[in-house]
Nanobody
Framework: QVQLVESGGGLVQAGDSLRLSCAASGRTFSNSVMGWFRQAPGKEREFVAA????????YYADSVKGRFTISRDNAKNTVYLQMNSLKPEDTAVYYC?????????????????WGQGTQVTVSS
C-alpha cells in the first residue's frame, strides 16, 4: 500500500507561485504514474498533471500547460508541482495520486492511491 502526503498549499495572490510536494511511502511502484488533481467547491475532481517515476516525460491539462511543472525526486520518493502565474480559478484542494503502470490517464477513477489534499487559495 502506498501512502501519499501532500504539503505546500496556502493563500497567495494572483500572479504568485507555490510549490506543492507529495511524499510517497510504503510500497512504492518503480513502474507507476504519479498525478496531481484538484477539486474546487461544487466541481468535479480534475486532472492537472502527471509524471512517471522513471523516464523524462510528463503530461499536463491544457488549463495549466506553460504555468505548472511537475517533477520528481526519486531519492526522496517525492513528487512536486511548481505552480507559477497563479490565477483565482486555480483555487482548489490539490490532491496527489498514484496508479501502477506507465500509461497516463486523466480520469481520477484510474488512480488507486490518494493523499489527503492541500488547499490552494489564490486571491484576485
Amino acid at each position: 500500500q502506498v501512502q501519499l502526503v501532500e504539503s505546500g498549499g496556502g493563500l497567495v495572490q494572483a500572479g504568485d507561485s507555490l510549490r506543492l510536494s507529495c511524499a510517497a511511502s510504503g510500497r512504492t511502484f518503480s513502474n507507476s504514474v504519479m498525478g496531481w488533481f484538484r477539486q474546487a467547491p461544487g466541481k468535479e475532481r480534475e486532472f492537472v498533471a502527471a509524471i512517471r517515476w522513471s523516464g523524462d516525460s510528463s503530461y499536463y491539462a491544457d488549463s495549466v500547460k506553460g504555468r505548472f511543472t511537475i517533477s520528481r525526486d526519486n531519492a526522496k520518493n517525492t513528487v512536486y508541482l511548481q505552480m507559477n502565474s497563479l490565477k483565482p480559478e486555480d483555487t482548489a484542494v490539490y490532491y496527489c495520486a498514484a496508479r501502477p503502470g506507465s500509461v497516463y490517464h486523466q480520469s481520477p477513477l484510474l488512480y488507486t492511491n490518494w493523499g489527503q489534499g492541500t488547499q490552494v487559495t489564490v486571491s484576485s
